[in-house]
């Protein structure tokens, strides 16, 4: 089956500087769609980015991901980070082969400090 | 207004006892999911409806049930409730299980079972 792995539990990064959160996965599919969600402490989770073309950047609320199906990675990157981007974040995959509900990750914890 | 609602917020049950946990979208949105959210583990999907009664086990059904009777409704039931039940439940809806659109959540339900 699919699976997605976020290696990071928590990432730690001081206001300003840039910031990565690693999202790698595993498919036998090839036309799958990828989503970044984020969580906010006590609110629903969101969606931030959503992608299903390899090699192509996609951005949203300053943050940017490029799917690279050689690599099966999603990387989410951002340049400069905000004390607001402190959040759970999700990498997730929707496979269309098994139901098309999507699959995510552990969760990275994501905290700025000022 | 494009909404998810789960009720109740909070619960505390007792091992053995039954509980039912609703969800409604606004938004006449085929599909409905249920994820619990659990530290480390991220969000493991339960159920998925694709319609009214048509109900499909996702990766850890077990102890659970789902009803769907109207469209805007689906509830997730667990019978004779465990322990390692103590979670926080998430229902989602997307416009269609198949065309890779992003998930809309609910704010979740934090049940205790003591």
């Known amino acids: 089956g699919d699976s997605v792995t976020q290696t990071e539990g928590l990432v730690t990064v001081t206001e300003g500087l840039p910031v990565k959160l690693n999202c790698t996965y595993q498919?036998?599919?090839?036309?799958?769609?990828f989503f970044w969600y984020v969580q906010y402490l006590n609110e629903a989770p969101q969606v931030l980015l959503k992608s299903s073309t390899d090699n192509k950047r996609t951005e949203h609320q300053g943050f940017h991901a490029t799917l690279h199906k050689s690599s099966s990675s999603f990387h989410l990157q951002k340049s400069s980070a905000q004390l607001s981007d402190s959040a759970l974040y999700y990498c997730a995959l929707s496979d269309p082969s098994n139901d098309n509900a999507p699959r995510f990750g552990a969760g990275t914890k994501l905290s700025v400090k000022p | 207004d494009m909404k998810v609602t789960q009720m109740p917020r909070y619960l505390i049950k007792r091992m053995g006892e039954n509980v039912l946990l609703e969800c409604g979208q606004d938004?006449?949105?085929?599909?409905m999911y249920w994820y619990r959210q659990d530290p480390g583990l991220g969000l493991q999907l339960i159920y998925i409806s694709y319609d009214v009664d048509s109900n499909s086990e996702g990766d850890i059904p077990k102890g659970y049930r789902v009803s769907r009777k109207k469209r805007e409704h689906f509830s997730l039931i667990l019978d004779s409730a465990k322990t390692n039940q103590t979670s926080v439940y998430f229902c989602?809806?997307?416009?269609?299980?198949?065309?890779?659109?992003?998930?809309?959540f609910g704010h979740g339900t934090k049940l205790s079972v003591l």
């Open positions: 989602a809806s997307s416009l269609s299980a198949f065309s890779n659109e992003r998930l809309f």
């Open positions: 498919t036998t599919y090839l036309t799958i769609a």
């Open positions: 938004m006449s949105h085929e599909t």
